[in-house]
């Protein structure tokens, strides 16, 4: 395989018009679009991904890799041949009913984003049978609810409760955040996962993959 | 402006210089050196024994000669300091005999605490020169140990550094080396290239020692700080008006004779001013007295046109825990924003000045980088306001995602390097670090990464022949 360091580098730089312009060079030149995205791409997404853990990335950086990445990933769509997706898997992201905040969800959303996933965001207020709607409508595999209240907390149980009723429990796994949240709340309205800020999310995320 | 910590009103400093000029005229200073004596004789000055009494016209005489604002000359150009005006200088701690480790215990210094000090200082992005004295090596001769002082400050970093103001013979030492690093005596003559502290003992009172270093230093124009170090209710009155037309008084004793001997010798005037802890006769150096009287320092300099010396990262504690933290930041950040010009011990000094710690230091340059932070000005222009951003965000965007915020995600913002921030489960995950914790694992890392400064090998080898030299004749 072909040296593609520097597009490695600009992807972490987060210059998506020079990555752009690379990553033309590279199909120009015979490279193959699907080893581009899986073998160069996105493992220059998860050197982002741990470098954002290790502090020595700050947020905007990591948003302008997914922005560049995001671009990217649109060039070579079309060009991946049968069976070779460019999703790493369909997540439904919201904050729950009666509560409004939403920096942190679209902190997750964004991440989410950049680490591969189709993301629907659904925004703020959202009731259990929305969620429901969009799991169905988009064959999601990963729910995400948000809340910044205590008071919206219980709403959190009353989502999962419905999508349990629902039937789709075992479809989705569901993973929650936000400030009043933690591991045991977590465990105890029966979610999947939980997640202390956004990058924990989109690595959380991806730990159901495998 | 907004003047609820200021101590005292526009008519409250003319009563405090009243005093202060009843205390000079009718109760004097004494100097216990008869060479100053002398020169206020030869003054004109008054004097009985070794008390020295002034008049307000030769007190206002000599400040009119006193700088404003100087500039203190590094080795290193771009390390020259400036002080007065808005101008601030922060330096490390002083004095400490000890040092207390990262466990909480307490042994004596060493040299090589000195040296590693000024590898931090050398480094640090949040402090302008260094010092002298930060810890006393308990393991080279007392009376020999400021040549190995001086010298490290010279090799150790290129930043401007204090003299030693411990005696006369030590303040010529100091002297003699820094006129081999400026190439001879007329090349620092009235260039200030060498500060020294000069301790008047209160209640009104110059040492021998004291005044032997005021004269060497004053007599090539390096700069004299006075840094009054009273405690109300034990050398002063209780109360903080008493206190402050004590040290007024002696500061500006001190002043005035360094401007008979040499007019125009920068001065800065102040001190760690504190109450008395009276349970136990000590200092309450974080009390809030202490903090107060930074203020009324800071106004009498103004009042007298001369800059001031006050505060650093003060602290009682024995341990870089809340209650450093707490005494120190607002010892820091009332410093800087009184208006204060030049602060000792704006980095690792603990127990009252007994202690340096390493984990403080950096802790401390922390709080000085966050005051740094908060006392530059804000830049109002278009680009700042960024409208076409605002309106771009709109209603409910996201301003994170912005290219101007990406370019500016480095350098607009303050960025701690041991205050935790973030979620629980992060903090807990890394092993529920402190933040002395975090402190020490970057000082070790710090230390690794010194690299000394480059010197010209041929001043660096007649620095070593004088301090041999001295040694050799000190040890005799």
């Known amino acids: 395989m072909e040296d593609h360091t520097q597009i490695t580098e600009t992807l972490i730089q987060g210059d998506d018009e020079k990555l752009i312009i690379l990553v033309q060079e590279a199909l120009d030149s015979g490279a193959n679009p699907g080893k581009l995205l899986n073998h160069v791409l996105i493992p220059a997404m998860d050197v982002i991904g741990e470098r954002m853990e290790s502090g020595e990335m700050f947020i905007p950086e990591v948003l302008m890799g997914a922005r560049a990445m995001g671009l990217a990933v649109e060039m070579l769509k079309p060009l991946l041949g049968d069976g070779e997706s460019s999703s790493a898997g369909k997540v439904i992201i919201g904050t729950v009913k009666g509560d409004l905040h939403d920096i942190g969800k679209n902190l997750v959303s964004m991440m989410m984003e950049s680490a591969g996933f189709e993301v629907t965001d659904l925004g703020v207020d959202i009731a259990p049978e929305n969620f429901i709607a969009a799991i169905k409508d988009q064959n999601a595999t990963i729910v995400a609810l948000s809340a910044l209240l205590t008071t919206t907390m219980p709403m959190m149980k009353a989502t999962v409760e419905a999508i349990c009723e629902s039937g789709l429990r075992e479809q989705v796994k569901i993973i929650v955040g936000g400030a009043p949240v933690n591991q045991s709340f977590a465990d105890e309205i029966g979610a999947d996962g939980y997640a202390a800020d956004a990058g924990s999310a989109s690595k959380l995320a991806k730990s159901y993959l495998n | 402006m907004f003047k609820r910590m200021e101590g005292f009103s526009e008519n409250d400093i003319d009563k405090i210089h009243n005093a202060v000029m009843e205390v000079l005229r009718d109760i004097g200073v004494a100097f216990h050196e008869p060479e100053a004596l002398e020169i206020f004789k030869n003054h004109g000055f008054k004097v009985e024994g070794r008390t020295v009494y002034f008049s307000e016209n030769q007190v206002m005489k000599a400040l009119d000669t006193v700088p404003s604002e100087y500039t203190i000359f590094a080795r290193n150009p771009e390390n020259d300091v400036k002080v007065g005006g808005d101008n601030f200088a922060l330096l490390p701690g002083w004095g400490a005999p000890f040092i207390i480790d990262n466990d909480g215990e307490q042994r004596n210094a060493v040299m090589e605490d000195y040296e590693n000090f000024c590898k931090l200082v ?55 080396m820094v006129s081999i690093l400026w190439g001879g005596k007329d090349k620092i003559l009235n260039k200030p290239v060498l500060p020294s502290k000069v301790n008047p003992v209160s209640p009104l009172i110059y040492s021998e020692e004291m005044v032997g270093t005021l004269i060497e230093y004053a007599t090539l124009g390096q700069p004299l700080e006075f840094p009054d170090l009273i405690l109300s209710g034990t050398t002063a009155p209780i109360t903080l008006a008493g206190t402050a037309t004590v040290m007024m008084a002696e500061d500006l004793a001190g002043v005035v004779l360094a401007q008979l001997i040499n007019p125009g010798t920068p001065c800065v005037i102040g001190g760690n001013t504190c109450a008395t802890d009276m349970r136990t006769g000590g200092m309450a150096l974080g009390g809030p007295e202490a903090i107060k009287i930074i203020h009324i320092i800071a106004q009498m300099g103004r009042f007298y046109g001369v800059p001031t010396k006050s505060g650093g990262s003060l602290t009682d504690a024995f341990f870089p825990d809340m209650q450093a933290g707490v005494e120190s930041a607002l010892s820091m950040f009332t410093s800087i924003a009184a208006g204060s010009h030049f602060m000792n011990q704006s980095c690792g000094i603990l127990a009252g000045f007994n202690a340096m710690s390493f984990e403080k230091f950096l802790l401390d340059e922390e709080i000085c980088g966050m005051v740094r932070k908060i006392v530059t000005p804000v830049e109002v222009t278009e680009e700042s306001i960024g409208m076409d951003q605002i309106k771009r965000a709109g209603i409910g965007g996201a301003y994170i995602t912005f290219p101007e915020t990406f370019k500016k995600c480095r350098t607009e913002l303050f960025m701690p390097e041991h205050a935790t921030r973030g979620s629980y489960e992060t903090w807990a995950v890394q092993g529920k670090k402190k933040v002395h914790t975090k402190a020490h694992e970057s000082l070790i890392k710090r230390l690794d990464t010194y690299k000394k400064p480059d010197i010209d090998p041929s001043i660096e080898k007649e620095l070593r022949e004088f301090v041999a030299q001295r040694r050799a004749a000190i040890s005799k």
């Open chain 2, 122 to 176: 050398h480094t640090s992005k949040y402090l302008d020169m260094n010092g002298f004295l930060m810890v006393m090596p308990s393991d080279i001769n007392p009376q020999e140990s400021h040549l190995d002082m001086i010298l490290a400050n010279i090799l150790l970093t290129d930043k401007a550094f204090m003299g030693s103001p411990q005696d006369r013979s030590k303040a010529v030492d100091s002297l003699e």
